[in-house]
């Protein structure tokens, strides 16, 4: 699959989300496509944006403000979706449209207070790992309520990453809950960013509307420098 043209791959992956969708009675118009880049080049942003692509996803700060200055020409949207610093908070607010990892409080409020209004994501711990990124489920709507009262952030919902040790339908049913409780204090946080190259079917089945999608569609990653 790897191996194939990145166009192909693009529609090949377009294709099989629609028919996910369809499988459960979604429409693939509440999907976004959310094309995950880390460790590739701004090279493969420009040609995924030649190929329709708008949306697009980082997990390390430097690089991706890398990307988004070196793209500043084109119009896309960057999520960002790895660990976040508090410390480097202020800096993604500048380029990213989209926080899907906002998991504690101090970055709740550092991140508040921008120029420009920014949407997050709760990211949710599914594992007792602490290790593992995201919130603990108990902490979501205490969390929402900070985000809420936050000026210049908007709730879109939760965010996670499937266990390792796991089926991911089960893990995206207790996360599409965590959503619900969410709900109870922001009622407008209807999103829910879930589902990755290996498990994005499972995901549209659970409700996912932001799916973060890397190696189906860019092939391989380079190794991390
Ligand atoms: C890398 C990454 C993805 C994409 O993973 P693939 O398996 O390559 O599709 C999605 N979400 C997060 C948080 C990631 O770090």
Redesign the pocket.
């Known amino acids: 699959m790897t191996g194939a043209p990145l166009a192909e791959r693009v529609e090949r992956v377009g294709s099989e989300i629609s028919d996910a969708a369809r499988s459960v009675g979604r429409s693939r118009d509440e999907l976004t496509l959310v094309v995950?880049t880390?460790y590739h080049p701004a090279a493969l942003v420009r040609e995924l944006h030649g190929l329709g692509i708008r949306d697009f996803?980082e997990?390390r700060h430097q690089e991706a403000r890398e990307k988004a200055t070196e793209l500043a020409d084109l119009d896309l949207d960057w999520h960002f979706?790895?660990q976040l610093q508090t410390k480097k908070a202020r800096q993604a607010r500048e380029y990213a449209s989209v926080i899907?990892?906002v998991d504690r409080t101090e970055l709740v409020d550092r991140l508040a207070d921008g120029e420009r209004p920014l949407d997050v994501f709760l990211q949710i711990n599914l594992t007792d790992d602490p290790e593992r990124?995201g919130a603990r489920p108990e902490e979501a709507e205490s969390l929402a309520e900070r985000v809420a009262r936050a000026s210049g952030l908007r709730l879109l919902g939760v965010m996670a990453?499937a266990p390792l040790d796991e089926e991911p339908r089960p893990a995206f049913a207790r996360l599409r809950s965590i959503g619900d409780r969410v709900r109870t204090v922001v009622p407008e946080a209807r999103w829910m960013s879930a589902g990755?190259?290996?498990d994005f079917a499972e995901a549209i089945a659970e409700g996912a509307t932001h799916l973060?999608?890397?190696?189906?569609i860019?092939g391989i990653?380079p190794p991390r420098d």
Do not use: D, E, L, W
């Not at 973060?212 to 189906?216: K, L, Q, Y």
């Open positions: 995950v880390k996803g997990n979706v790895g899907h990892s990124g990453v990755m190259s290996n973060r999608i890397g190696t189906a860019t990653r």
